[in-house]
């Protein structure tokens, strides 16, 4: 069995462009800030991006603007503009229903709500009033995992508090995460019940705790024993079982500093701390497969690692961000957003995009076939795959499970460039599968999940 299945990742890696090659491309028209603090991208046209602050230097009360963008980057629309809102975090269930989170820090805005919600995009927003105590005083990451089922977390230096919802928001459970955690930051969560929170233990040591209840119980996976005041500060899982972590010092003294990321091989169950450049301010880090990615954070050129984190090298093609929201040399990256193995997103002083080239370079991504993904996922019975042609092709679709077994095929005929839906529909056991949109000219890959 366990031939069969690494037999059936082999494969999807070499299909999934192992010749790849990648480069970073700002959107001309992303806003642009000393740093977008978050993004959320609900699929790979549609995303929403926020900044805390815009305009620090020349009008420090300048706070809280919310975009969208509903054609991959191209061009983005100014939802909300406040003067009164540190806005910290952003996720959305669908296209009209979604969250996003105030730093709630009275220093640096006078706007204490911790949380609100919009049911028309991001046109409007309102406090999320129906929070039970404790209450939090500030929401610094949101985990979508399905259409229903939202975490919620925060803040980084306190107080630690955990929000679900099982209902799209209708109704909240909170509790206090201060037996395990002096503040909270960043999360993942593979299923409902599954899943990692980030921050800085009780004695202000970086950690990571688990869950495997859907929040009910948790572990700590890793706790520094540097006796530094740090934090976990980001999340990148590109596999269920390899991820990794950024690790941010939260003190005064950078002279000469060591500074750290973690990596887990085994799905979260333990983590490894692995040294980085001296005297870097690690925030957000992103890998788009097991061995390719970057960090980045407040301290000047982002790193990126080919090898899975055993080598780091500048990556140049990041490119500058207008003026003067660079004025220190810095990108300010914060948060990466990955759509399987051929599109990322990026936010730090603007929104990025990740290139994916092949060898002779011809496309933008290695195959005639981009963006494939689905919603919801999980599913129970039925999803609908979306994915985009470079040109016309004939088109098959295949469903895989995790031995590698075919459960389905079907040919889709010829098809024309441009954007293309399909209702999956399925009666299969709950577990992981992997969904193949292929061509003559290309192959994608995608993992679904079913839950019945």
């Known amino acids: 069995m366990k031939k069969t299945i690494l037999s059936l990742l082999a494969m999807l890696c070499i299909y999934g462009g192992v010749c790849a090659q990648y480069s970073w491309q700002s959107l001309p028209n992303a806003p642009k800030s000393y740093r977008l603090d978050d993004i959320y991208f609900l699929n790979p046209n549609q995303g ?7 305009g620090l230097l020349e009008n420090p009360s300048k706070f809280g603007q919310i975009y969208r963008t509903i054609d991959a980057g191209k061009n983005w629309q100014l939802l909300k503009d406040s003067s009164l809102t540190y806005y910290r975090s952003v996720g959305f269930a669908d296209s009209l229903t979604g969250w996003v989170g105030n730093l709630g820090d009275t220093t640096a805005t006078p706007d204490t709500i911790p949380f609100y919600h919009t049911v028309n995009g991001g046109i409007t927003w309102s406090p999320v009033t129906n929070l039970p105590s404790p209450r939090p005083k500030g929401i610094c990451g949101i985990s979508v995992v399905t259409d229903s089922v939202i975490y919620a977390y925060g803040r980084y230096y306190g107080p630690a508090v955990l929000m679900k919802t099982t209902d799209k928001g209708t109704t909240w459970k909170t509790q206090s995460m201060s037996t395990y955690a002096s503040g909270l930051v960043d999360g993942y969560f593979f299923n409902k019940d599954t899943g990692f929170v980030t921050g800085g233990s009780p004695t202000k040591n970086a950690t990571i705790l688990s869950t495997f209840d859907g929040g009910t119980t948790w572990k700590t996976r890793y706790l520094s024993t540097r006796n530094d ?5 980001k999340l990148s899982f590109p596999s269920r079982n390899i991820g990794y972590a950024s690790i941010e010092y939260w003190g005064t003294n950078w002279l000469n ?3 750290y990321f973690l990596k887990t091989t085994d ?8 040294s980085f450049v001296t005297n870097y301010d ?13 960090i980045g954070g407040w301290s000047g050129t982002n790193f990126k690692t080919t090898d899975g984190g055993l080598n780091w090298n ?9 003026p003067p929201y660079n004025t220190s040399g810095d990108y300010n990256m914060n948060r990466f957003r990955r759509f399987g ?8 002083n603007t929104v990025y995009k990740l290139q994916v080239h092949n060898q002779t370079g011809i496309h933008e991504l290695q195959n005639q076939i981009e963006h494939l993904e689905n919603y919801p996922n999980p599913f129970s019975t039925e999803t609908t795959i979306s994915y985009s042609l470079y040109s016309s092709d004939i088109i098959f679709i ?55």
């Open 48 to 54: 929403w991006a926020i900044s805390p602050y815009y």
């Open 229 to 233: 005041t740090d934090g976990v500060w």
């Open 257 to 259: 500093r060591k500074t």
């Open 267 to 274: 799905g979260g169950m333990t983590w490894k701390e692995n």
């Open 282 to 294: 690690l925030q957000g880090i992103g890998f788009i497969n097991d061995t390719t990615g970057w």
């Open 314 to 322: 500048w990556d140049i093609t990041f490119g500058v961000a207008t």
């Open 341 to 348: 193995d051929t599109l990322m997103y990026a936010s730090g």
């Open 398 to 452: 295949e469903v895989y499970n995790s031995m590698g077994e075919k459960i389905s095929s079907e040919n889709l005929g010829t098809q024309n460039p441009g954007e293309h839906i399909y209702l999956l529909k399925v009666n299969l056991t709950s577990g992981i599968y992997f969904c193949i949109l292929h061509s003559e000219n290309g192959r994608v890959t995608k993992k679904i999940v079913i839950e019945r």
